[in-house]
């Protein structure tokens, strides 16, 4: 069980969060626990619990909250923010969180894959004949790779690397 | 002699399949039992539908919760059958079942007496004890309510009802004021209390027909033994100082300045002080450069305000850190800051926190003199030590005695703020007791077979029974626990509509019922009470083993019946179980604590019987743990089965 020592927790991490678009109402959480309840996440892993994590950027315990892996388990269902009584819009929280943790250098391998991919395909699979022959059998137009729009949007973002020349 | 009363049953037409059986089929079925005289169906429940009403008519409605209104008269008799009892998932035919319970109300209705009910004729005042804000502001609202107030003064100080200060105060000549040291006792009931006092130099008697308790502020700037190797300071002192326009000196070792609030230290936080705390918290988080903690067993929000306040305190960046109620743990290492640790059920973990200074609510003390009121007063107190019980039903102003209200510094808080929800309460119940009326007794006694043991007086929780030559039951403070008649051991009190005769009828009909299941099912009987089990059972959900459940319901827990334990066992049931209201949530205070000795003592005697001891099972439950009530159940019907495996 892990001690958190509030002396060395950064008090204004709740502000600075609660500054960011989306997350305005954090303030309102007091724990009821109903977004836990019915999150879907939760119940495949119960790690995964909005109000705890609410509750350590409460605490102003900023190093665990951004460099926690469960930030990125969210499937974005929106289950918590339709569920949550006090209006907290917790999907958007996380989104904050994230920005976050992607500016902080906390960014999982697995974000920086799906990254990679969009860089190079301009979704996030790659388009082979196997889906065209699929989409012709269906009647559906064919598809090609774009990821030229990708490949600006995330170099102004300076997500991933810089796309090879 | 009075006729005898003709029983007619009322079945709604549109049963629900889980019954097992049609109205008509049901009707039929009823028809041919002896002592039923005629059997209704009925579409709506109204007059018109329900048909003729005679006056020795005894009518059982069927799958109803409530009694009827429309049907009220003197002479109509009405037991509403709510069968919330039978589960879809219980053994056997449904039918069977419906037609059990029906007919174990019927013969448990026949059994059914009622005594003669008390007249009140209550004293018209209202006794108000103690003094301070909470006190005049109790008067003020009774002034205002149009009741009549005697003020039993505890204290010196010059106040807004004295003639003195106030020479043309109207209120002043209605009210009467005696002094008042402390009180010695509060014998009657509601309606008619006679309260002595110690007035310094005399002893007196008041008559009143409520009695409100306000208690004596009494300031107290202790700090803790635990906190004392602290930096710390009492909430007043240090409100005088942040109010006061001489900002306290906030200069810490760290970056930031770290104030923690801590209050409830071995005593419940009050309103009055949770309400000073937000408000001094949030004016530092919100002016200075400071990181503010609060420290509370609860957060209390039950007070005009409050919920809009911690509201505040939480956008202005405070943080609440809830405290385990053994307190939190002290780090004095010498080589560190002193500080609290604290773990967190949310995070998992535990908190360390070395303040720069910590702020005590000192009002949140416990207080001597409370302890001395309520052993005159025959009052129970709560864990904050204030007058009335650690129970939510009995919040914000009600005690363990009827007409018997108690708030402000007698409630916990030594605050003179007034807590204007709590008079409220206190004005709205105490007139309730000052109007006359008839009050019909919840409890029966037999002369012939009462031993003069006095159990009954003993174990009343509510001060409702008394004795001269023989004990007397006091409408006017029971609360038809029927405590004293699961005790009594010559079995001379009854609780009406749950006599042992009652009891055991309706449990005779329920346990004939044929066992058809094979291979069959462990029976299973659970006494619960009718305010927490029986409702839980509305929302249960089907066991995971098939078990033939009989349930009988209580007014409450204390009414469990030592001997109808044994009786069921005998009768050859695999299990018993009570299930009751959780310790605090009771709403007779201690009818789940009587049931739960009750079943520890009828563990050593089943033992004694030859069975196993742990074929008797005690829970608590909510009405609304339906899914931990088939949890219960279950885990029970796995125990059993491992008794029956092992031959035991």
Redesign the interface.
């Known amino acids: 069980?892990?001690?958190?020592?509030?002396?060395r927790a950064d008090?204004d991490f709740?502000?600075e969060v609660a500054g960011r678009p989306g997350a305005e109402k954090i303030?309102?959480c007091?724990?009821c626990g109903a977004c836990s309840a019915r999150c879907p996440i939760g119940d495949l892993n119960p790690e995964f619990?909005p109000?705890?994590l609410i509750?350590?950027v409460?605490?102003?315990?900023k190093e665990e909250v951004l460099s926690s892996p469960l930030l990125w388990f969210c499937s974005t269902c929106y289950t918590c923010q339709e569920t949550c009584p006090e209006g907290v819009d917790f999907t958007e929280v996380l989104f904050a969180l994230k920005n976050m943790a992607a500016e902080a250098g906390f960014f999982p391998p697995s974000m920086s894959a799906q990254v990679d991919l969009l860089r190079k395909h301009g979704r996030l699979y790659e388009v082979t004949d196997f889906e065209n022959e699929k989409r012709r059998d269906l009647g559906l137009p064919e598809l090609t790779e774009k990821p030229e729009h990708f490949q600006m949007i995330l170099d102004n973002f300076q997500l991933g690397p810089e796309t090879e020349a | 002699m009075t006729p005898k009363p003709r029983n007619i049953v009322l079945l709604p037409h549109n049963f629900p399949p889980a019954w097992g059986l049609a109205a008509q089929a049901a009707a039929e079925q009823i028809r041919t039992w002896k002592n039923v005289a005629e059997t209704r169906i009925v579409t709506r429940w109204t007059p018109e539908e329900i048909g003729s009403t005679g006056p020795d008519d005894r009518f059982f409605l069927v799958g109803r919760a409530e009694p009827l209104a429309d049907l009220t008269g003197p002479e109509v008799r009405q037991f509403p059958l709510d069968l919330s009892t039978l589960m879809p998932w219980m053994a056997g035919d449904p039918s069977i079942n419906l037609l059990a319970l029906i007919k174990a109300e019927i013969e448990a209705a026949e059994l059914g007496q009622t005594g003669e009910p008390v007249s009140l004729s209550p004293y018209p005042q209202v006794l108000v004890l103690g003094h301070g804000a909470a006190a005049e502001a109790t008067i003020a609202r009774l002034n205002q309510a149009g009741l009549e107030a005697v003020w039993a003064r505890t204290g010196h100080e010059v106040s807004s009802f004295d003639s003195q200060a106030h020479p043309n105060n109207e209120i002043n000549s209605n009210l009467e004021i005696l002094p008042c040291r402390e009180p010695l006792g509060i014998q009657g009931f509601a309606g008619r209390f006679t309260v002595r006092i110690d007035t310094g130099d005399s002893i007196r008697e008041v008559q009143a027909g409520a009695v409100i308790i306000c208690g004596a502020e009494e300031k107290t700037n202790l700090v803790p033994e635990p906190l004392r190797e602290m930096p710390v300071q009492t909430l007043s002192h240090f409100e005088a100082e942040l109010f006061g326009g001489k900002p306290p000196a906030l200069t810490g070792q760290?970056d930031?300045f770290?104030i923690a609030f801590v209050t409830g230290l071995g005593r419940a936080t009050s309103t009055v002080g949770m309400r000073r705390i937000l408000t001094s918290s949030i004016k530092l988080a919100a002016e200075t450069q400071t990181?503010v903690?609060v420290l509370a067993p609860q957060?209390k929000v039950a007070e005009y305000g409050l919920e809009r306040l911690?509201?505040r305190a939480?956008?202005s960046?405070v943080?609440f850190i809830r405290l385990p109620e053994t307190g939190p743990e002290i780090l004095s290492d010498p080589n560190h800051r002193p500080?609290f640790?604290v773990f967190?059920p949310?995070?998992?973990?535990?908190?360390?926190?070395?303040p720069d200074l910590i702020v005590w609510d000192e009002s949140s003390a416990p207080r001597a003199d409370l302890t001395r009121w309520a052993e005159a007063c025959d009052l129970l107190s709560g864990s904050d030590r204030g007058l009335g019980p650690d129970n939510v039903l009995f919040l914000p102003a009600l005690t363990n005695r009827r007409g018997i209200i108690s708030l402000g510094p007698a409630r916990g808080t030594d605050s003179g703020e007034i807590q204007t929800l709590e008079i409220e309460t206190a004005v709205a119940e105490a007139q309730r007791f000052l109007t006359d009326g008839m009050e019909h007794p919840q409890v029966l006694w037999w002369t012939g077979l009462c031993s003069r043991c006095l159990t009954c007086l003993r174990v009343c929780p509510h001060g409702a029974v008394t004795f001269t030559d023989r004990p007397w039951f006091h409408p006017q403070a029971c609360l038809a626990c029927g405590i004293c008649a699961a005790v009594c051991p010559g079995q001379a009190i009854d609780l009406i509509d749950f006599t042992d005769g009652q009891l055991k009828v309706r449990l005779d009909v329920l346990m004939a019922r044929p066992q058809e299941a094979a291979p069959p099912q462990p029976r299973l009987v659970v006494f619960g009470c009718r305010r927490s089990a029986q409702i839980a059972m509305r929302s249960a959900p089907p066991p995971e083993k098939p078990v033939d459940l009989i349930f009988a319901p209580l007014p409450c827990g204390g009414r469990l019946d030592e001997r109808l334990v044994l009786e069921v066992l005998g009768q050859g049931a695999d299990g018993v179980m009570a299930a009751v209201c959780h310790p605090d949530n009771c709403r007779t205070q201690r009818g789940g604590l009587m049931a739960d000795r009750g079943v520890s003592r009828m563990k050593t005697v089943i033992k004694s019987a030859g069975f196993d001891p742990r074929r008797l099972k005690f829970i608590t439950l909510a009405p609304n743990m339906g899914v931990e009530f088939t949890r219960a159940v279950d885990a029970f019907t796995a125990e059993l089965a491992r008794l029956d495996a092992d031959g035991a």
């Open positions: 069980m892990a001690d958190f020592d509030l002396n008090p709740k502000h303030s309102r007091y724990a619990d109000r705890r509750r350590l409460v605490l102003g315990l | 760290g930031r770290k990181d903690y957060i911690y509201g939480r956008d960046g943080t500080g640790k967190d949310l995070i998992q973990g535990h908190l360390i926190l070395c």
